[in-house]
T-cell receptor, first 114, second 114 residues
Framework: KQEVTQIPAALSVPEGENLVLNCSFT??????LQWFRQDPGKGLTSLLL?????REQTSGRLNASLDKSSGRSTLYIAASQPGDSATYLC?????????????FGAGTRLFVKA | DADVTQTPRNRITKTGKRIMLECSQT?????MYWYRQDPGLGLRLIYY???????NKGEISDGYSVSRQAQAKFSLSLESAIPNQTALYFC?????????????FGPGTRLTVT
């Protein structure tokens, strides 16, 4: 059974710091992996989606990497800002379900101090 | 206007009451999903629908039912609400034609059962 773990559960950093959020999954047979941002009172916003054949994706100050063999993904945030404060969720789609089923991690709550 | 909307945004109800949560989308996607989010557990799939005539149970469907009234509308019902159904509920959509199963989420409904 696929399980997704995100460590740490919470993280506090000063503004301007570069940081890495971690996601690990137990079964390397995935269709893709997606990183989301969740703000209080709002839904999930998709940040980056990495297909199983890809190693990384970049969008602005965000870079997500994928290492299927080790069951790991990282989300790198450069030059963090207070507006980056949110909960970040990692989600994988197991390959054996046709890709529709999504397994979510519990998230990392990030707080960027001004 | 938001692509995926949910109503109500907040609801407090009593044990034993029947309630319905509604989801509408303007993205033209064929697939729709209902998830619940509990603190520390991430999102878990309740039901999903691939089209109007295709409804499937997710991992935690007991105590819930759904209706796909049209391609754009997918409602979730709690037939007899109980306190452990207190959670944040999300609707999501995806497009088969897009090929990568990327999901788009609504803003969520916070449900409290007393």
């Amino acid at each position: 059974k696929q399980e997704v773990t995100q460590i740490p559960a919470a993280l506090s950093v000063p503004e301007g710091e570069n940081l890495v959020l971690n996601c690990s999954f137990t079964d390397s047979a995935i269709y893709n992996l997606q990183w989301f941002r969740q703000d209080p009172g709002k839904g999930l916003t998709s940040l980056l989606l990495i297909q199983s054949s890809q190693r990384e994706q970049t969008s602005g100050r965000l870079n997500a990497s994928l290492d299927k063999s080790s069951g790991r993904s990282t989300l790198y945030i450069a030059a963090s800002q207070p507006g980056d404060s949110a909960t970040y969720l990692c989600a994988v789609r197991p390959a054996d379900t046709g890709g529709f089923k999504t397994i979510f991690g519990a998230g990392t709550r990030l707080f960027v101090k001004a | 206007d938001a692509d995926v909307t949910q109503t109500p945004r907040n609801r407090i109800t009593k044990t034993g009451k029947r309630i319905m949560l509604e989801c509408s989308q303007t993205k033209g996607h064929d697939r729709m999903y209902w998830y619940r989010q509990d603190p520390g557990l991430g999102l878990r799939l309740i039901y999903y629908s691939f089209d109007v005539k295709d409804i499937n149970k997710g991992e935690i469907s007991d105590g819930y039912s759904v209706s796909r009234q049209a391609q754009a509308k997918f409602s979730l019902s709690l037939e007899s609400a109980i306190p452990n159904q207190t959670a944040l509920y999300f609707c999501a959509t995806s497009d088969t034609g897009q090929g990568n199963y990327e999901q788009y989420f609504g803003p969520g409904t916070r449900l409290t059962v007393t």
